[in-house]
């Protein structure tokens, strides 16, 4: 046991000097060290015993004597440190070993503060870690907008203080006004406390999960809000939109029937190159970073869509087929602008589904073959693994029946169905 030095008083303590350890009394083994200019109380004791080896290989038990920091001085004064030495003394005489528990005691605290991130930081975070898996900047930035918009409320808490409550509140009032966009900031909310909650930063339940939780609070939206579908040309109609589409000029009308005649998405066919093009043999190999897939897709281009790239093709051709100002890709309004000024109630993804229509009435091509000619990811197995191959020459046959489709005007008689061909 430390011996107990004559109990020192404030004055004599603060005219103590030279380095080393000076014991102060009152406490066994308290000291007040010095180091310099540095002053600092220091409890010399014992907590437990230790094993220690001898050189013959032997074990014993001895005391484990450790230093145990109290404070510097003068901010902490002679009385604060005897009291200190005693509380660490009693916790020693319970079985704690003070300097382990101040260790975990400062771990759980950084835990805890490196946990504490907000929503709008775990937005960042998540935006940064998963943003490269989205095709365009203009994704990344309509979640950030509607997150922005939508969600203020939540943006300066902890994500781990988000509850149910907080939630609804932020989507009752919206639901039933914009349903559409009140789900999605639903589902942005959950996919964020998700990768919250793997990465450690919350636990428990994910509030903003729809099954078995936000469904019995709110109403489906599928029944105050029925989806929309893009607005499509009726297939009788899509020869004469073909022939007047034919009748326009400027690049934005030649992406619109190059995007018509592939059953291409906008995007794809906006950002065509030449390089992507093999006109010889037919086909553009559309890369997989510009598929929704994020797969490889090769278009078989039918004589018609051959024939309108022929006669827009530069002498020299790089670059995108449909460049728009300054050699940057048309707008994704560009296209939409066509069929507004033709007066066209539809839109240009509804091409696709006009596509899709004609297909499974007007032809017997499966269904599969369809889907593949549009890109489709299919969730169905078994359906997958027909596809395992591209079926290219069947969807050349295909796509060929189809661009003559477009080149026909459909006129109706009477009761009499007469077909003609456009000019």
């Known amino acids: 046991m430390p011996k107990i030095a004559k109990e020192k008083g404030p004055l004599a303590v603060s005219r103590m000097t030279g380095d080393g350890y000076h014991a102060v009394g009152g406490v066994a083994g308290l000291h007040l060290q010095i180091s310099g200019k540095a002053r600092s109380w220091i409890l010399r004791t014992t907590v437990g015993e230790k094993i220690r080896k001898g050189r013959d290989g032997s074990e014993k038990k001895v005391p484990n004597r450790k230093d145990i920091g109290l404070g510097s001085y003068p901010e902490i004064s002679l009385a604060e440190a005897r009291q200190r030495a005693k509380s660490v003394k009693d916790e020693i005489r319970k079985g704690v070993d003070p300097i382990l528990a101040k260790k975990a005691t400062r771990a759980a605290l950084q835990a805890a503060q490196a946990s504490a991130i907000t929503f709008a930081e775990a937005t960042r975070k998540f935006l940064d870690a998963k943003g490269d898996e989205w095709r365009s900047a203009k994704h990344r930035a309509q979640w950030k907008s509607t997150l922005d918009t939508y969600a203020k409320s939540l943006a300066n808490m902890h994500v781990a203080d988000i509850r149910k409550e907080h939630v609804l509140h932020l989507l009752e009032p919206i639901w039933k006004d914009v349903t559409e966009t009140a789900t999605r900031v ?204 591209d079926v290219l020459a069947k969807r050349r046959r295909m796509m060929e029946e189809w661009a003559t489709f477009c080149g026909r005007i459909e006129a109706k008689q009477g009761n009499v169905l007469a077909i003609k061909q456009s000019a």
């Open 186 to 389: 639903r589902q942005r909310i959950e996919k964020i406390l998700d990768w919250a909650a793997v990465r450690g930063y919350r636990t428990g339940e994910n509030p903003a999960r729809w099954k078995g939780n936000l469904d019995h609070l709110l109403p489906t939206p599928g029944k105050i809000a029925p989806i929309e579908h893009h607005r499509a040309i009726p297939i009788g109609d899509m020869g004469q939109f073909m022939h007047d589409l034919r009748e326009r000029e400027g690049t934005s009308a030649r992406a619109l029937e190059f995007a018509a005649l592939t059953a291409a998405r906008s995007g794809e066919a906006r950002g065509a190159t030449w390089a992507e093009i093999d006109l010889n043999a037919g086909i553009w190999t559309v890369p997989g970073a510009k598929m929704k897939a994020r797969k490889e897709h090769r278009v078989p281009l039918s004589k018609a869509a051959v024939k309108l790239l022929e006669s827009i093709k530069p002498e020299h051709a790089k670059g995108l087929v449909f460049p728009g100002t300054a050699g940057k890709p048309l707008s994704d309004m560009s296209l939409t602008a066509v069929m507004r000024r033709m007066k066209v109630d539809a839109v240009p993804h509804g091409l696709r589904s006009t596509f899709r229509d004609w297909a499974a009435e007007r032809t017997a091509y499966p269904r599969e073959i369809a889907e593949m000619a549009l890109a489709h990811t299919i969730a169905n197995k078994t359906e997958a693994a027909y596809r395992r191959g």
